[in-house]
């Protein structure tokens, strides 16, 4: 099933074209969820961008929005509620299809006569009711925008954006500050073609023929086309080369969006050719705003306890994503429309299903978070992010693993029983499970925090390794260390010069180890040095 992109209702893909011919009076499908679902896939026909532009498509489709009215939903997060399935409305007098010779038509290939405006506005309502809240409220105007000043009316990219002359730029911002809403605005407040992609494949053929749709445009119709690349940090770097030609012609304009810092995650010609433009943060208050404005639109009679308080506090549990506040938002109107639920019973709702991003970069900080917390020796914030990660329904398993390389990395021949722990608490979590093996993770965690620290393990291993990468690289293994299993071996002196440790008094004797070139090179420190850093 596809959506009409002229009449936005649904039509089997196969009717599309005879569907347009019609004037969009035939083959509409009764049911609008049965469209396709969102998929992953980095490019979608052209005839599936067209989906997009009327709202049927999700985030990660490669899409062309005219206008930002008719752009299309991001993905929700996890915890969103499910876009509903909606209904597009139902013909007044289904007649048979003519493909259909004259027979009764099928359920879902129906007539319909007249698309009439009335059922055009309605098949738009229910398109948009069934986005999540987040998707209905992005905003439609770049002053609609809140929090960013470099849209704002004396704004830099503002100037850029009023004069129609946008160069290829990179947005760096943290997720839901809106660079997937300010690169829509630029290209339909410029006049721009919009065509997204992001970077969950590398289909870099696929990425050619978007350019040569481009130059096409471009030609043909004098019509620039704005590429929007969602998280292009994860392009590879081959990838992003790709995208030097045509920015540096001019055939496209490159918007990228990227949660990282481009000046590690993009390729220096890459960033030599953008100018780079950092989005704020969004604070509280920007939140709040942003909330109050979507319960408004939402809900204007709001149930009690869904008030200034507890916008606030969506807000303050949001960490500066409106996305994730709008979710919220959306899932604490459904449920204090509930006659039972109290406020209290709200937040643990909300607490349980606010699921943070495993895939994403709350999922690295917070382990990172963990990990530096105990090897600083401080267990209460390891305990703290311990139990951010598992309210947040982290993989335990990925905390066990974590541990494991603690016991070895940081604590090492301090305490080496804490290795066999921090695989048994590994253990646990694969027997047990949760809840009664986040003990064993927290009994692991408190042991490493408060062990003694070596890393003599853990750097002798990486002074090693430096030396195999370089010099030490392919050394011939001493002859008397060589295995001799076959009789050339041994003819060949192989083993032969050994001196079996067993044979001496207390297993001593003068014997070379290390390759010739290497002979006298210390790798295990006599102690603990500590780092050479002043704290
Ligand atoms: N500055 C903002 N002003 C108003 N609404 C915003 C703003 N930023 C985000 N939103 C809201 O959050 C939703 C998600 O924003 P958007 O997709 O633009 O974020 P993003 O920065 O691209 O996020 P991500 O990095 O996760 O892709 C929008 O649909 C909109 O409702």
Redesign the pocket.
């Given at each position: 099933m596809v959506a009409c992109p002229i009449c936005g209702r649904v039509v089997r893909e196969s009717a599309i074209n005879q569907h347009i011919d019609s004037g969009c009076k035939s083959f509409v499908v009764e049911d609008e969820s049965r469209l396709p679902p969102p998929s992953g896939a980095f490019f979608q026909p052209l005839a599936k961008r067209s989906n997009a532009s009327n709202g049927s498509s999700a985030?990660n489709k490669t899409q062309i929005a005219p206008a930002a009215s008719q752009s299309t939903p991001?993905s929700s997060s996890p915890n969103t509620s499910t876009p509903k399935n909606t209904t597009a409305p139902k013909p007044s007098s289904p007649v048979a299809a003519p493909e259909n010779n004259g027979k009764r038509p099928p359920p879902d290939v129906i007539d319909d006569p007249e698309p009439t405006p009335k059922r055009k506005q309605t098949a738009k309502n229910a398109i948009l009711s069934s986005m999540p809240l987040?998707?209905r409220?992005?905003?439609r105007s770049l002053s609609?925008?809140?929090?960013?000043s470099l849209i704002g009316p004396s704004g830099l990219l503002r100037g850029l954006i009023d004069t129609k002359r946008v160069p290829s730029l990179i947005?760096w911002?943290?997720?839901?500050?809106?660079?997937?809403?300010?690169a829509r605005l630029i290209a339909s407040t410029a006049g721009y073609r919009f065509v997204e992609i992001n970077s969950s494949s590398s289909n870099v053929a696929e990425v050619k023929k978007l350019f040569s749709e481009a130059r096409a445009e471009l030609g043909l119709t004098g019509r620039k086309t704005l590429l929007f690349c969602?998280?292009i940090h994860r392009f590879s770097k081959t990838q992003q080369d790709v995208f030097l030609g045509p920015v540096e012609a001019g055939s496209i304009t490159l918007v990228g969006?990227t949660?990282e810092n481009p000046s590690f995650k993009l390729v220096n010609a890459l960033l030599s050719r953008c100018r780079v433009f950092t989005?704020a943060p969004?604070t509280e208050g920007?939140i709040v705003s942003?909330l109050r404005r979507a319960l408004a639109s939402e809900c204007p009679k709001p149930p009690p306890l869904i008030d200034d308080a507890f916008l606030s506090y969506l807000a303050s549990s949001a960490s500066g994503?409106?996305?994730t506040a709008?979710n919220l938002l959306e899932l604490s109107l459904s449920l204090a429309s509930q006659p039972s639920t109290t406020l209290s019973s709200l937040k643990t709702a909300l607490t349980q299903t606010h699921i943070y991003d495993r895939a994403g970069d709350a999922h690295y900080d917070l382990i990172s978070a963990f990990h530096k917390s105990i090897r600083g020796s401080s267990p209460d914030a390891a305990l703290y992010y311990l139990a951010r990660m598992l309210a947040g329904g982290e993989d335990p398993l990925f905390i066990a693993r974590r541990l494991i390389v603690v016991a070895s990395e940081d604590v090492g021949m301090a305490d080496c029983s804490l290795l066999p722990l921090c695989v048994a608490a590994h253990d646990t979590v694969m027997k047990i499970g949760l809840p009664e093996a986040r003990i064993a993770l927290a009994h692991a965690t408190v042991a490493t925090a408060l062990a003694k620290k070596s890393t003599r393990v853990y750097r002798a291993l990486n002074a090693a390794m430096a030396v195999v990468e370089g010099e030490g690289r392919d050394l011939p293994v001493p002859v008397h260390l060589r295995n001799a299993p076959t009789r050339l071996m041994k003819e060949l002196g192989y083993g032969q010069e050994y001196k079996y440790n067993p044979d001496f008094v207390d297993g001593r004797v003068k014997q070379e180890y290390l390759p010739e070139k290497l002979v006298g090179r210390v790798f295990l420190e006599e102690r603990d040095l500590g780092t050479k850093v002043d704290p």
């Open positions: 985030k991001k987040a998707e409220m992005r905003p609609d925008v809140i929090g960013q947005l911002g943290s997720p839901g500050t809106g660079k997937t809403t300010i969602d998280e969006a949660t989005l969004l920007d942003i994503d409106a996305r709008l």
